[in-house]
């Protein structure tokens, strides 16, 4: 079982930037593609990023050029680095650990852009 913690949201500024992480912990790190999903009320779940156990990444198009997604293997995390935000960039954030097996989720950290 991997618990899959996210912290790091809040409010800021259009334009601003803030940088969300993610820890996973009960299992083996490299095992999983890790990725950021966002949701609004009464939409779908929408891929933001995802990172291989090799880096390899991938992004949705409203969020390239201004995301960077990072693992750090030692310390079983995953960071969003994210730039000039946008109103529409609000959301709650979740972190995934995801294998050919299972899929797993943290609860949720509230991004809000607004001025």
């Known amino acids: 079982q991997v618990q899959v913690v996210e912290s790091g949201g809040g409010l800021v500024q259009p334009g601003g930037s803030l940088r969300l992480s993610c820890t996973a912990s009960?299992?083996?790190?490299?095992?999983?593609?890790m990725g950021w999903y966002r949701q609004t009320p009464g939409k779908l779940r929408e891929l933001v990023a995802t990172?291989?156990?090799?880096?390899?990444?991938n992004y949705a198009d409203s969020v390239k050029g201004r995301f960077t997604i990072s693992r750090d293997s030692a310390k079983k995390t995953v960071n969003l680095e994210m730039s000039s935000l946008k109103p529409e960039d609000t959301a709650v954030y979740y972190c995934?650990?995801?294998?050919?097996?299972?899929?797993?989720w943290g609860e949720g950290t509230q991004v809000t852009v607004s001025s």
């Open positions: 990172i291989s156990s090799v880096g390899s990444t």
């Open positions: 009960g299992g083996i790190f490299s095992f999983y593609v």
């Open positions: 995934n650990a995801h294998s050919t097996v299972s899929d797993y």
